[in-house]
């Protein structure tokens, strides 16, 4: 089809200025976007203010719609539930019978562990749960990984405090408006979170790909090789994230820098936790002998 | 029926009050898309919001003014998590390419159409990450797939916005 030739605006001469005038706009609109997008870098709070009046809106919506899909996704998985349950009650007692020397053993494990830890004095921190509330939508268009978390300042939620679910870390809260917030994910390209290994403390730090994996990458100058199987948790270095939060699993060997799952999927957690910024307190001064001891140890 | 009585697409009718609404709200609506009750690990949603501007704009150039995607871009920068301002710089720039474009073409028909949107979404997309995502960023092979994925679909939107923009209306 011939494309209509509306824009034309003819002899009138008012019609000419409106069409230059509303292409001025236009350009200079995006000249002031591309200032906008300079600024955005910076992380203005006029930004996060308006996104926060826009997750108002939308995030009940999503929350009601996730509630639907969540209704009918769980339809087949019930059904097969209902005819699974008795071969399940079977296996599970089997399984209780065979882990109740093991629960015994652990119990054992934890009294020791406990008196030991008393003996050393050691002051535990323990991560208070602020909030407990649903991911309801994400950026699923855009190359970043945020997700809107319905719960915000009124639920207590403030900036900066971790996400974790049931299997491991989730991100950390960026905005919050009073009942939704905004959350990182660590599977962003721009989060960076501490971590160690677990089989030996190694230090290292998972960064997003962007592509839902994690780059873990050495902070030690030891040449230390990553293998398969490698399960790395939060360290508790620098004091956001409460230490020993799992955070993902190294699929492939590799040196220097390994390629990481990690154990909870955004997409898949009922219930994300939201829970304080951990700061860790001083290190408890080494005493030294023979001077005064007058600190309380 | 008197071959005046139903307006071929593309004529120079001017949009009535209540056609441009429902342009302006389609394209909102196509945007809030972005909110949908799932939590993506890769950009998978095609640009919903751009694809349907890109319709509009196709099928009845006088539905928009050339400033307006500067607000609708600006909307889909607050629900789609790029960094804000980068709709509004990137779909006002797709308005004033195909500006330039039809002053050019004197004939668009649906394979044009398709390629401009293409062009569209593919410069949106490819830019939108430059703009948002550190250069070392393993997105490229998903924002392909996103892109691929968005021009396949663009027929379909394309079909939708007809669909909207179609009235039989009596003169």
């Avoid at chain 1, 349950?85 to 399984?95: A, G, I």
């Avoid at chain 1, 009073?178 to 960064?207: F, H, M, Y």
Wanted: aromatic share 8%.
């Amino acid at each position: 089809m011939a494309p209509p030739r509306n824009r034309r605006p003819g002899f009138s001469r008012r019609a000419q200025y409106g069409l230059f005038l509303s292409y001025v706009v236009a350009i200079g609109g995006a000249l002031i976007a591309v200032v906008l997008i300079a600024l955005s870098q910076l992380n203005a709070p006029a930004y996060s203010a308006l996104r926060g009046a826009v997750r108002e809106v939308t995030a009940p919506i999503s929350a009601s719609l996730g509630g639907v899909r969540r209704g009918i996704t769980g339809v087949p998985s019930g059904i097969g539930q209902y005819f699974g349950v008795v071969s399940e009650n079977q296996r599970l007692k089997k399984q209780l019978r065979q882990s109740g020397d093991l629960v015994q053993r652990a119990r054992t494990l934890g009294r020791e562990n406990a008196r030991l830890r008393r003996l050393l004095q050691l002051r535990d921190r323990d991560p208070k749960t602020v909030a407990a509330a649903r991911l309801v939508s994400s950026s699923p268009g855009s190359t970043r990984r945020y997700a809107v978390l319905y719960a915000g300042s009124r639920q207590g939620v403030r900036k900066g405090q971790p996400v974790r679910g049931p299997e491991g870390l989730i991100g950390r809260v960026l905005e919050t408006s009073p009942n939704t917030a905004r959350v990182l994910l660590i599977l962003d390209p721009e989060s960076i979170v501490p971590v160690q290994r677990t089989r030996d403390g190694l230090p290292a730090i998972a960064v997003g790909r962007g592509d839902g994996l994690l780059d873990i990458r050495s902070a030690d100058m030891a040449n230390a090789p990553f293998l398969a199987g490698d399960a790395f948790v939060t360290s508790g270095t620098g004091g956001i994230y409460p230490p020993n939060i799992p955070v993902g699993r190294v699929t492939r060997n590799s040196r220097d820098s390994a390629i990481a799952r990690p154990f909870a999927g955004p997409d898949s957690v009922d219930f994300a936790l939201v829970q304080q910024i951990f700061m860790p307190e001083a290190p408890p001064e080494p005493e030294p002998t023979g001077e005064a001891s007058d600190q309380p140890s | 029926m008197k071959p005046s009585s139903r307006l071929p697409l593309g004529s120079s009718q001017p949009s009535s009050g209540p056609h441009r609404w429902r342009a302006y709200i389609s394209v909102i609506v196509a945007s809030l898309l972005n909110t949908l009750p799932f939590v993506a690990t890769i950009p998978i949603l095609p640009p919903f919001g751009l694809m349907v501007l890109m319709s509009w704009r196709l099928l009845r150039p006088d539905v928009f003014a050339p400033w307006s995607p500067l607000l609708l871009g600006l909307f889909n920068d607050l629900v789609s998590g790029q960094p804000l301002g980068s709709g509004m710089l990137l779909w006002t720039l797709c308005f004033l390419a195909v500006d330039v474009i039809d002053s050019r073409l004197v004939w668009r028909n649906i394979w044009y159409n398709w390629l401009i949107a293409a062009g569209a979404i593919g410069f949106c997309l490819s830019a939108g990450r430059l703009i948002a995502t550190p250069l070392g960023a393993h997105v490229d092979t998903a924002l392909l797939l996103q892109i691929i994925v968005s021009i396949a679909l663009f027929p379909a939107v394309f079909r939708i916005c007809a669909r909207l923009d179609y009235r039989p209306r009596k003169l």
